[in-house]
């Protein structure tokens, strides 16, 4: 059975954990951070840390739990949770359990963390202030990324500290690794440096990735990570994270030409409706036309035909129109009228 890569360089457990609790004792780099803080909060001030993911926010908050807590005045809470809205009462009365709740039961100077703070919006420091006045709460300290101060209440603001959380520098780096995994050559300072380089100022990225170089080298037989075998690395990630992109570009594109074939699938289903009215107008106009020229050629024909003869040829037709004229009509009316020129055929 192979052994975990950590534990055959004498490591009981993994030496980059990024989770807190493992090294809840060790701020290092943070140390002014968290006296900042723990003196904000024994002056009863609300406390502002802003403070990106990754860059040991919850390695100071853990700190501080270690410090402050063990005498159950700390309330911690992550205002990310999906139950609702901040309950600072239900808080303070869960620090006495069932009974806390049946009586209503709070506690006074309680310290509260708040986690996440830039999901706070007026309403929650609402809810906050009267408790922070009246004495239940004694500090409150916000941590998160983008905390919007224009949400935090007057009574609140008035006793407001901001406390920086610093820069992650190349120096630091080194100090933090050297913290984790003492003065074995598994990672030089220079390989330490060469690595913050390129991951930039994230504690938790800084940590990932030694995590990764150190198991990578020593399952492959090596028991110090190598320039080369950094650059090796770097090349293959920045390799990856193009596949990655062609792969999303590729998928993308298989989406799209999916949602097109339907379209024209559904266009295929669609009945085809001819209308024929045009074409039959169409016809009737051109029947017409036929007909009025055979009329015409049939009028020429038997006008040459009656100049032919030098006469004029009798047609009923012609006299409908004097049937339906009364016999007094007709013989009251001039022959000639009624017959014309020609009167004999």
């Known amino acids: 059975m192979n052994k975990i890569w950590y534990k055959e360089i004498g490591f009981f457990s993994n030496p980059f954990s990024i989770k807190p609790a493992a090294f809840h004792d060790q701020a290092i780099g943070y140390e002014k951070v968290v006296d900042e803080i723990s003196y904000g909060i024994l002056n ?113 603001k008035s006793n407001l500290e901001e406390v920086d959380m610093g820069r992650l520098n190349e120096d630091l780096a080194v100090l933090i690794i050297r913290k984790r995994i003492g003065d074995i050559p598994l990672l030089t300072d220079s390989i330490i440096r060469k690595v913050y380089q390129k991951t930039g100022d994230n504690v938790r990225t800084l940590l990932k990735t030694c995590e990764e170089l150190s198991k990578l080298s020593i399952d492959s037989g090596r028991r110090k990570v190598t320039e080369e075998f950094v650059k090796q690395y770097f090349q293959e990630e920045k390799k990856d994270k193009v596949e990655a992109k062609e792969e999303k570009k590729e998928e993308i594109k298989e989406k799209k030409e999916k949602v097109e074939a339907k379209e024209e699938k559904k266009e ?46 009798y047609k009923p037709d012609e006299y409908k129109g004097l049937m339906k004229s009364s016999a007094e009509e007709l013989l009251n009316k001039p022959t000639d009228e009624i017959f014309g020129d020609e009167q004999y055929y």
């Open 44 to 156: 009863k001030k609300i406390i502002l840390v802003d403070g990106d993911y990754g860059n040991g926010k919850s390695t100071i908050l853990k700190r501080l739990l270690n410090d402050f807590g063990g005498k159950k005045q700390v309330i911690y809470y992550s205002c990310n949770r999906i139950e609702g809205r901040l309950d600072v009462k239900n808080l303070l009365n869960g620090r006495y359990g069932i009974i806390g709740e049946w009586f209503d039961m709070k506690p006074k100077d309680m310290i509260l963390l708040l986690d996440e703070a830039q999901d706070l919006d007026a309403k929650d420091y609402e809810r906050i202030y009267p408790y922070y006045q009246e004495g239940y709460i004694k500090s409150v300290v916000l941590m998160g990324k983008g905390i919007k101060k224009e949400n935090i209440i007057g009574g609140l």
């Open 268 to 313: 295929e289903k669609k009945p085809i409706i001819i209308d024929r009215r045009n074409e039959k107008l169409e016809e009737k106009e051109k029947k017409d036309k036929v007909e009025a020229k055979e009329e015409k050629k049939e009028e020429i024909k038997e006008k040459k035909e009656d100049k032919r003869k030098g006469g004029k040829v």
